[in-house]
Structure formats: C-alpha cells, structure tokens
T-cell receptor, first 115, second 113 residues
Framework: AQKVTQAQTEISVVEKEDVTLDCVYE???????LFWYKQPPSGELVFLIR??????QNEISGRYSWNFQKSTSSFNFTITASQVVDSAVYFC????????????FGGGTRLMVKP | KAGVTQTPRYLIKTRGQQVTLSCSPI?????VSWYQQTPGQGLQFLFE???????NKGNFPGRFSGRQFSNSRSEMNVSTLELGDSALYLC????????????FGQGTRLTVV
C-alpha cells in the first residue's frame, strides 16, 4: 500500500531564509505521480507541482524548487528567500494510475514565515 | 475559466441528521473526487466518480455516499451524522482518470453538534 510521510509537522523561519520541506513516500508501483499542494488559511488546496516516476529531473519555478530522488524515495520541496505569503500548510501526495485519481497525502507541514 | 465550486461553504448540523454537499468541477473535467480533512486523521480519500460511475472508494462507512450527474457535477451525502463527521470536505476535479492531477475547491466546513 502507498504511504507518504512528512516528518516535519511545523517549521518556523524568518523572512528571506531558505526552507526545505521533506517528503518520503512508499509504493510498490513503478509508475506513480508525486505532488505538492499548498493550503492557505482559506482551506483550498493549491496545486504546485506534479512529477511522474520516470522523470527525476529537478525542477525550479521561481523561488520554488523540487528535488526528486527515487533512490531514497524522497520528493523534497525548497522555498528560496521565503516570504510571509508562503505561510501555509504544505502537503505532499502520491497517486498510482491504477487507483484512478486517488491521492494519498502526507500529514502536512505547517510553515510559518515571520517578518 | 471558473475553478471548482463547492456549496455550501459552511454547514452546522445536529447529530443524527443527514447532509448533502455539492461540487461543480472545472468545465470539461469529468472526474470528481472527495476528501475529508480532520485535524486527527488528515486528508483522507472518500470516493471518486468518473462519467457518473464510482471508480474508487476509500475506507469510510456506508453512511457516506455520493453520485455524479451527467454534467459532471457531484454530490456527497452523509446520513445519520456523528460528531466525528465534523470536518472540511474537499472536492477535487480532474480532466480524466489515471493522471492524478487534481484541482481542489475551497471546501465545505461541516460542524456536527
């Protein structure tokens, strides 16, 4: 069965610091997708990125970057030069094509960026 | 284009009552999934509908049910409400099945008293 672990429940940083959110996953499938979502206080889950299991290239989008390592089953998320608006709960998730669109979520990491 | 719309946003019900929540997916999306979010259990998958058929179901009791209409709109129903059903219920919209990419609505916050 699939499982996603986000060991950091809460992280507090000062604005402009870099921060990395960890995500470790378990799956028996060779084909799967990994995601990161952001949940601001409004409650909506905002899609940040999807990565398939065959693409281990790291990705950068502005201040966000993702490091996918199959060897350690990790998909970590780094925010560079954090801002107060980055404060939210971040979720890592996994899906397997044979399970439709079902997402298995980690427990989430609450990020607090202080001015 | 419009995002995922969930109604109502907030709901207060009494134990033993039933409730129906609604979700309108992004135009053109045919898959709708539902999730329950609680502080204790986190985000848990309830069920997924595609082309009016339930494709997948999470580990929830039969009191939780859903359906999808021909226009892809979906409803979920919870009967005989319990205090533990208090949660944020999130709906996710996907274009098709098997790619996993999902876009979420703002959720319905249900409080059972």
């Amino acid at each position: 069965a699939q499982k996603v672990t986000q060991a950091q429940t809460e992280i507090s940083v000062v604005e402009k610091e870099d921060v990395t959110l960890d995500c470790v996953y378990e799956t028996r499938d060779t084909t799967y997708y990994l995601f990161w979502y952001k949940q601001p206080p409004s409650g909506e889950l905002v899609f940040l990125i999807r990565r398939n299991s065959f693409d281990e290239q790291n990705e950068i989008s502005g201040r966000y970057s993702w490091n996918f390592q199959k060897s350690t089953s990790s998909f970590n998320f780094t925010i560079t030069a954090s801002q107060v608006v980055d404060s939210a709960v971040y979720f890592c998730a996994l899906s397997e094509p044979n399970a439709g669109n079902m997402l298995t979520f980690g427990g989430g990491t609450r990020l607090m960026v202080k001015p | 284009k419009a995002g995922v719309t969930q109604t109502p946003r907030y709901l207060i019900k009494t134990r033993g009552q039933q409730v129906t929540l609604s979700c309108s997916p992004i135009s053109g999306h045919r898959s709708v999934s539902w999730y329950q979010q609680t502080p204790g259990q986190g985000l848990q998958f309830l069920f997924e509908y595609f082309s009016e058929t339930q494709r997948n179901k999470g580990n929830f009791p039969g009191r939780f049910s859903g359906r999808q209409f021909s226009n892809s709109r979906s409803e979920m129903n919870v009967s005989t409400l319990e205090l533990g059903d208090s949660a944020l219920y999130l709906c996710a919209s996907s274009l098709t099945v098997g790619q996993g990419e999902a876009f979420f609505g703002q959720g319905t916050r249900l409080t059972v008293v």
